[in-house]
T-cell receptor
Framework: EDQVTQSPEALRLQEGESSSLNCSYT??????LFWYRQDPGKGPEFLFT???AGEEKEKERLKATLTKKESFLHITAPKPEDSATYLC???????????FGKGITLSVRP | DSGVTQTPKHLITATGQRVTLRCSPR?????VYWYQQSLDQGLQFLIQ???????AKGNILERFSAQQFPDLHSELNLSSLELGDSALYFC????????????FGPGTRLTVL
C-alpha cells in the first residue's frame, strides 16, 4: 500500500527564516507527486506537480524538489502569509487516487 | 477560487439521518473525486467518477454512495449517520484521468450530533 510521511508535523519559523518541509514516500511506480497548501477550514490549493526524480519547480518563495524516495518543499524568507498546512500527495495510477500525507503545519511569526 | 463549488458549506444533523452533499466541477472537467478529512485520518479518498461512470473506489463505507449526473455535477449521499462521520468532505475535479491536477472545492463541514 502507498505510504506518505511528512515531517515535521509542525514548524514554527521567524519571518525571513528559510527552511524545508519533507515528504517521504513508499509507493510502487510513482507517476506524480503533488504539493498543496491548505488554510484552516478551506479546501487544498494546488501548488506543484513533480513527475520524476531530479525535477524542480518554483513559485515565489516556494521551491519543490523530488528524489526517488522523497520530496522537499523549500521556503525561502517566509512571510506570515505563508502560514498554512502543506500537504504532499502521491499518484501511482494503480487506482486513480491521490494518497495524502497528514500535512505539515507551518507558522511564520512576524 | 478553484472553480469547484460545493453546497452546503455547513450541515448539522443527528445520528441515523441521511444527507446529500453536492459538487459542481470546474468548467470542462470530466472527473470528480470525493475526499473525507478528519483530524486523526487526514485526507482520505472516497470515490471517483469520470464522465458519469464510477472509476475508482477508496475506503468508502457501504452507507455512503455517490453519483455523477449528465451535467457532470456530483452528489455524495451519506446515510445512517454516526458521530464518527463528522468531518470535512471535499470534492475535487480534474480535466481527465491520470496525473491531471485535482482542484479542490471549499468543502462541506458535516457535524453529526
Amino acid at each position: 500500500e502507498d505510504q506518505v510521511t511528512q515531517s515535521p508535523e509542525a514548524l514554527r519559523l521567524q519571518e525571513g527564516e528559510s527552511s524545508s518541509l519533507n515528504c517521504s514516500y513508499t509507493v510502487s511506480g510513482l507517476r506524480g507527486l503533488f504539493w498543496y497548501r491548505q488554510d484552516p477550514g478551506k479546501g487544498p490549493e494546488f501548488l506543484f506537480t513533480l513527475y520524476s526524480a531530479g525535477e524542480e519547480k518554483e513559485k515565489e518563495r516556494l521551491k519543490a524538489t523530488l528524489t526517488k524516495k522523497e520530496s522537499f518543499l523549500h521556503i525561502t524568507a517566509p512571510k506570515p502569509e505563508d502560514s498554512a498546512t502543506y500537504l504532499c500527495a502521491v499518484f501511482t495510477g494503480a487506482n486513480s487516487k491521490l494518497t495524502f500525507g497528514k500535512g505539515i503545519t507551518l507558522s511564520v511569526r512576524p | 477560487d478553484s472553480g469547484v463549488t460545493q453546497t452546503p458549506k455547513h450541515l448539522i444533523t443527528a445520528t441515523g439521518q441521511r444527507v446529500t452533499l453536492r459538487c459542481s466541477p470546474r468548467s470542462g472537467d470530466l472527473s470528480v473525486y470525493w475526499y473525507q478529512q478528519s483530524l486523526d485520518q487526514g485526507l482520505q479518498f472516497l470515490i471517483q467518477y469520470y464522465n458519469g461512470e464510477e472509476r475508482a473506489k477508496g475506503n468508502i463505507l457501504e452507507r455512503f454512495s455517490a453519483q455523477q449526473f449528465p451535467d457532470l455535477h456530483s452528489e455524495l449521499n451519506l446515510s445512517s449517520l454516526e458521530l464518527g462521520d463528522s468531518a470535512l468532505y471535499f470534492c475535487a475535479s480534474s480535466v481527465g484521468l491520470g496525473t491531471d491536477t485535482q482542484y479542490f472545492g471549499p468543502g462541506t463541514r458535516l457535524t453529526v450530533l
